[in-house]
């Protein structure tokens, strides 16, 4: 079964990308200063990776996972038993 999880980026990251915040470094002081939520959740572990995942054709929002626990999440949602 190929992995459902179809892209993890660092929440810091995806901030600078959408034209949020300018640098890397703002974003993590902003996401630590408890000024983002996502989905209505707020984040506040500025290692967080945001992930996508398909489902059928759509790509839904998953969750940002702490950067700790990514490895081992994707392997439980990438094992095939």
């Given at each position: 079964m190929p992995n459902p999880v179809?892209?993890?980026m660092?929440?810091?990251?995806?901030?600078?990308d959408a034209g949020l915040c300018k640098t890397t470094s703002e974003a993590r002081?902003?996401?630590?200063?408890?000024a983002v939520r996502i989905a209505g959740h707020l984040i506040t572990?500025?290692?967080?990776?945001?992930?996508?995942?398909?489902?059928?054709?759509?790509?839904?929002?998953?969750g940002?996972?702490?950067k700790r626990l990514a490895d081992q999440y994707a392997k439980e949602v990438g094992d095939d038993s």
């Amino acid at each position: 079964m190929p992995n459902p999880v179809v892209c993890s980026m660092p929440l810091p990251r995806l901030l600078v990308d959408a034209g949020l915040c300018k640098t890397t470094s703002e974003a993590r002081r902003l996401i630590e200063q408890g000024a983002v939520r996502i989905a209505g959740h707020l984040i506040t572990d500025p290692t967080s990776l945001v992930m996508l995942w398909r489902d059928g054709d759509q790509t839904r929002y998953l969750g940002a996972i702490p950067k700790r626990l990514a490895d081992q999440y994707a392997k439980e949602v990438g094992d095939d038993s």
